[in-house]
């Protein structure tokens, strides 16, 4: 049974940075795409970045490339997002999420199985 739990949301100021984590558990993830998804307030959930779990491939939203970079330690299967020049768009509650490979488009919420609890990430402007 896959288990994803997230931490390292907070509070910080228009232009700081934040480091998100994702602790995952109950497999070993070689042929799982990771990705974070977020959803602000009275709108859809949408993509923000997955990577590849084995080979290390990442892909991003255009909204983010430039400032987030996803990673992974594949020995303690913790996923990352490094968030950086944050803005106030960048509002929302932010989901770890797990697929096996090719069970769909990496950028579409309906291909993933298994999510976290999601961590509140709020920028002050």
């Known amino acids: 049974q896959v288990q994803l739990v997230e931490s390292g949301g907070g509070l910080v100021q228009a232009g700081g940075s934040l480091r998100l984590s994702c602790a995952a558990s109950?497999?070993?993830?070689?042929?799982?795409?990771l990705a974070w998804f977020r959803q602000a307030p009275g709108e859809e959930r949408e993509f923000v970045s997955a990577?590849?779990?084995?080979?290390?491939?990442?892909s991003y939203a255009d909204s983010v490339k430039g400032r987030f970079t996803i990673s992974r330690d594949n020995a303690e299967k913790v996923l990352y997002l490094q968030m950086n020049s944050l803005r106030a768009e960048d509002t929302a509650v932010y989901y770890c999420?797990?697929?096996?490979?090719?069970?769909?488009?990496?950028?579409?919420?309906?291909?993933?199985?298994?999510w976290g609890q999601g961590t509140q990430v709020t920028v002050s402007s």
């Open positions: 109950g497999g070993t993830f070689g042929n799982y795409v």
């Open positions: 999420a797990a697929m096996r490979l090719a069970r769909g488009y990496l950028r579409n919420v309906d291909s993933y199985d298994h």
């Open positions: 990577i590849n779990w084995s080979v290390g491939s990442t």
